[in-house]
T-cell receptor, first 114, second 114 residues
Framework: AQKITQTQPGMFVQEKEAVTLDCTYDTSDPSYGLFWYKQPSSGEMIFLIYQGSYDQQNATEGRYSLNFQKARKSANLVISASQLGDSAMYFCAMRGPGFQKLVFGTGTRLLVSP | KAGVTQTPRYLIKTRGQQVTLSCSPISGHRSVSWYQQTPGQGLQFLFEYFSETQRNKGNFPGRFSGRQFSNSRSEMNVSTLELGDSALYLC?????????????FGQGTRLTVV
């Protein structure tokens, strides 16, 4: 079975600072994908970034980067230069091979202050 | 390219009634998945459809059902509504569903059962 753990219920950061949201995972599948989603108060789940288990380099998408440490089974999201609009819930998720569902963590609420 | 469209955005129903939610995936996407999000249980997988066939099903009672049409649009139905069915229902679409590409979500349907 796959499991995602997000140990930070809430994080607080000032505008323009960088912030790291933690995510650890557990799976016995040799190949898998890791995802981060942002959920504002409106409810929509916004896809941010993806990392494949065999990718050699850490994924980056604009201000988002994924710090992938396979041996430690961690996939932390780094947001550089935080903006007020980054305030939201952030979910880490994973998917195994085949017709498997996305497994989500419990999320981290990020609050960015001016 | 239009995103995932879910209708309606909000619903209020009475216990015992039934409800149908609709999801139109991104054009070209053939896999549609449904998730239930509640404060207590987090994000839970309901089912996944691909080419009008249910490929994967989560651990929900038979009151929860779904279908997919030839144009990939999907509907989910909940019969004999219970108070505990109050939740945000999210639909996600992806190209094939079995790969590790991102699943893209709609804005969700917020169902309240009174």
């Amino acid at each position: 079975a796959q499991k995602i753990t997000q140990t930070q219920p809430g994080m607080f950061v000032q505008e323009k600072e960088a912030v790291t949201l933690d995510c650890t995972y557990d799976t016995s599948d040799p190949s898998y994908g890791l995802f981060w989603y942002k959920q504002p108060s409106s409810g929509e789940m916004i896809f941010l970034i993806y990392q494949g288990s065999y990718d050699q380099q850490n994924a980056t998408e604009g201000r988002y980067s994924l710090n992938f440490q396979k041996a430690r089974k961690s996939a932390n999201l780094v947001i550089s230069a935080s903006q007020l609009g980054d305030s939201a819930m952030y979910f880490c998720a994973m998917r195994g091979p085949g017709f498997q569902k996305l497994v989500f963590g419990t999320g981290t609420r990020l609050l960015v202050s001016p | 390219k239009a995103g995932v469209t879910q209708t309606p955005r909000y619903l209020i129903k009475t216990r015992g009634q039934q409800v149908t939610l609709s999801c139109s995936p991104i054009s070209g996407h053939r896999s549609v998945s449904w998730y239930q999000q509640t404060p207590g249980q987090g994000l839970q997988f309901l089912f996944e459809y691909f080419s009008e066939t249910q490929r994967n099903k989560g651990n929900f009672p038979g009151r929860f059902s779904g279908r997919q049409f030839s144009n990939s649009r999907s509907e989910m139905n909940v019969s004999t509504l219970e108070l505990g069915d109050s939740a945000l229902y999210l639909c996600a679409s992806s190209l094939e569903g079995r790969d590790f590409s991102g699943a893209f979500f709609g804005q969700g349907t917020r169902l309240t059962v009174v």
